[in-house]
Structure formats: structure tokens, C-alpha cells
């Protein structure tokens, strides 16, 4: 973000489903993370579809999360919407 500040930023949206799921629990080792990307304005949705799948609730998730029907129907309708789609 701080890169492209100059530029009028940047729109970001982290989506994890499938196994990366699992790191959005309020348990996770990286809901301290997760907590400050959501803090500095960059959503972080869980797919919901994996939760279901994971038997995992709202409650075993980290507070800051939100949440998508199917993670990757969020990411084709954002590609869609001009969004591109960056995976590590």
C-alpha cells in the first residue's frame, strides 16, 4: 500500500479458503497478523464453503475476519470487477 500511496493506493482483499482456512483461527499463529493487516485496512475473508467443510464456526475464527460464500467465486467476481489476482 505505502508503495502506491503516491498513486491514490490501492484496493486489497486477502480471500483464504481451502487449507490456508485454517490460519484465520483466533488460535492461529497468525491471528496477530491477521489482526494488524485487518487494522491497517485490508480485509481478510475466509471462504465460507471451507469453514463448512473444516466443521469450523464463526467462533473458532479470529474476531477481525470476515466472511465470502465461496472464496473462489470472490476472486473470479473481483477479476471480473478488474481486480487482479496475486497468490504467494
Known amino acids: 500500500q505505502a508503495a502506491y ?24 499463529e497468525f491471528a496477530g497478523r491477521i489482526a494488524a493487516t485487518v487494522a491497517a485496512g485490508v480485509p481478510v475473508v475466509a471462504c465460507q464453503n471451507t469453514m463448512n467443510a473444516l466443521k469450523l464456526s464463526h467462533a473458532d475464527m479470529n474476531a477481525k475476519i470476515g466472511y ?17 489476482y496475486l497468490r504467494p
Open 5 to 28: 500511496a503516491d498513486r491514490g493506493g490501492v484496493d486489497l482483499e486477502i480471500v483464504a479458503y481451502g487449507p490456508a482456512v485454517r490460519m484465520l483461527t483466533f488460535d492461529s
Open 68 to 84: 465470502v460464500p465461496v472464496g473462489a467465486g470472490e476472486i473470479l467476481e473481483r477479476q471480473r470487477q478488474g481486480w487482479a
